[in-house]
């Protein structure tokens, strides 16, 4: 049964530019939600999609945007790329509207320079 | 803002030994998570408590709510090098998975 996938694993970018990372629920999850993890720190919640639409945002600037296609899986979108954003971005499934617990990928490390 | 403050940040100790993880919130949460994550991995679930003063125990693990929904605490039995890791606790206030998260304590465990 597999889990969470994410890819890239590891992405170098330049500040101003535009990156899509990639998300492949656990199977059997139709919940996705990104986080965003600064060294050191815990998890922020960036937003989470269900059924196609984004359900909760975390506070991060319009530049940060997703898409949850009809088989689950899901896209961040980051635009005008910040060196702040540099930080690991995780992705997490869950299964329905009542949450109990998240899967977690092993995330994308993005350093923007 | 709501914050969830994790203490200590640091905490390196011997095989054996037992030591406590704490996490505080003057909000009430509707459950609590706990997660720990090794290098290069993502968080991986421990355990979520719902209840006030529930606890639960998973093996030398043991996990409490406070009775006001408002803070938990992780307590570990006789650690082991196995235990080495970042732990993180994580709460939710509306059962829909916005997970405000802990800065998290980093754990060693010497042989």
């Known amino acids: 049964d597999a889990g969470v996938t994410q890819s890239p694993t590891h992405l170098i970018k330049t500040r101003g530019q535009q990156v899509t990372l990639r998300c492949s629920p656990k199977?059997?999850?139709?919940?996705v939600s990104w986080y965003q993890q600064a060294l050191g720190q815990g998890p922020q919640f960036i937003f989470q999609?269900?059924?196609?639409?984004?359900?909760q945002r975390g506070n991060f600037p319009d530049r940060f945007s997703g898409h949850q296609f009809p088989n689950y899986s899901s896209e961040l979108n980051v635009n005008a790329l910040l060196l702040g954003d540099s930080a690991l971005y995780l992705c997490?499934?869950?299964?329905?509207?009542?949450?109990?617990?998240?899967?977690f990928g092993s995330g994308t490390r993005l350093t923007v320079v | 803002t709501q914050l969830l403050e994790q203490s200590p940040q640091f905490l390196s100790i011997q095989e054996g030994e037992n030591l406590t993880v704490y996490c505080n919130s003057s909000?009430?949460?509707?459950?609590l998570q706990w997660y720990r994550q090794e290098p290069g991995e993502g968080p991986v679930l421990l355990v979520t408590?719902?209840?006030?003063?529930e606890v639960k125990k998973l093996k030398r693990l043991t996990f409490q709510f406070g009775d006001a929904r408002k803070d938990s605490s992780l307590h570990i039995t006789a650690a082991q090098p196995g235990d080495t890791g970042l732990y993180l606790c994580?709460?939710?206030?509306?059962?829909?998975?916005?997970?405000?998260f802990g800065q998290g304590t980093e754990l060693s465990v010497k042989p």
């Open positions: 997490a499934s869950s299964l329905g509207r009542i949450f109990y617990g998240y899967t």
């Open positions: 199977s059997g999850h139709d919940t």
């Open positions: 999609y269900y059924e196609e639409e984004e359900r």
């Open positions: 909000s009430v949460f509707s459950s």
């Open positions: 408590v719902v209840t006030g003063g």
């Open positions: 994580a709460g939710d206030y509306n059962q829909g998975g916005k997970l405000i």
